[in-house]
């Protein structure tokens, strides 16, 4: 049987969101003042199953709010579009705003921290077929304790990935 190819589409965005794209957090239950909004594409566990080989997400990050600290073995790119925050990647920490563009290599221990009053919201892009996300390990943790960036990283602050 032959795959259906997904045709081209327009996702308009909304006063609070794009059309026909329900809001999502992290899982269900899980109240942590993040907001995931899943525009284009889905997961995939067969790069051969009909769909986009991409995925785009949109992330909303309230005051105060933290994305997951995790890695996996796929890469991502991160697109800030409002807000001001930290990316945390691997010992390292950098101030981000919007417009600014970050990569995330595999398996790199990466977090986004808001540091503002305002919402922090940026686009992260990734494989349809991907691994899912890891919890670091305690080395990861001692060594990100012991570095520049143990002073912003939030390990904890998101419960971890429901497994499949």
């Not at 259906?4 to 327009?10: A, E, I, L, Q, Y």
């Not at 290599?105 to 305002?118: C, G, K, M, S």
């Amino acid at each position: 049987m032959l795959a259906r190819k997904m045709r081209g589409k327009v996702v308009r965005a909304t006063e609070r969101g794009w059309d026909g794209v329900e809001v999502e957090g992290y899982r269900p239950g899980a109240a942590v003042g993040v907001e995931r909004h899943t525009i284009v594409g889905s997961r995939k566990s067969d790069p051969a199953q009909p769909g986009p080989g991409l995925e785009l997400r949109y992330f909303e990050l309230q005051p105060g709010a933290v994305s997951r600290l995790e890695k996996h073995e796929h890469e991502h790119y991160v697109i800030v579009r409002c807000g001001l925050g930290y990316a945390v990647i691997g010992e390292s920490v950098r101030e981000i705003g919007a417009s600014d563009v970050i990569y995330v290599a595999p398996l790199e221990l990466h977090q986004f921290v808001n540091r503002a009053d305002e919402p922090l919201g940026f686009f992260c892009i990734v494989d349809a077929c991907r691994d899912i996300s890891q919890e670091p390990s305690e080395e990861d943790l001692t060594r990100l304790a012991a570095s520049p960036a143990g002073a912003i990283a939030r390990p904890g602050a998101v419960p971890p990935p429901l497994r499949r």
